[in-house]
Nanobody, 112 residues
Framework: QVHLVESGGGLVQPGGSLRLSCVASGSIFSIYSMGWYRQAPGKQRELVAHISSGGTTTSAPSVKGRFTISRDNAKNTVYLQMNNLKPDDTAVYSC??????WGQGTQVTVSS
């Protein structure tokens, strides 16, 4: 059974940085693509960034140049480095494995 656990969320001021982590267990991590999604109150969940099993990355236009997704297959972990955070980035961030499995999410709040 696949289990994903996110961490690293919190409260940060505008312009600040956070690094989210998502640790996977119960499957062969390296063969799966991984994604970070977010959902703000009253809004639909949206894809933030995606990384293929081979390391190819894509990101949403709203975060391009500010957020970076990466993975460490030896640690079964995917990261989301978030820089220059804005209040509009406030949301619950969740990781996804292979478009099938989800973590429980971690809250990111950007506020002064």
């Amino acid at each position: 059974q696949v289990h994903l656990v996110e961490s690293g969320g919190g409260l940060v001021q505008p312009g600040g940085s956070l690094r989210l982590s998502c640790v996977a267990s119960g499957s062969i991590f390296s063969i799966y693509s991984m994604g970070w999604y977010r959902q703000a109150p009253g809004k639909q969940r949206e894809l933030v960034a995606h990384i293929s099993s081979g390391g190819t990355t894509t990101s949403a236009p709203s975060v391009k140049g500010r957020f970076t997704i990466s993975r460490d297959n030896a640690k079964n972990t995917v990261y989301l480095q978030m820089n220059n955070l804005k209040p509009d980035d406030t949301a619950v961030y969740s990781c996804n494995m292979g478009y099938s499995y989800w973590g429980q999410g971690t809250q990111v709040t950007v506020s002064s």
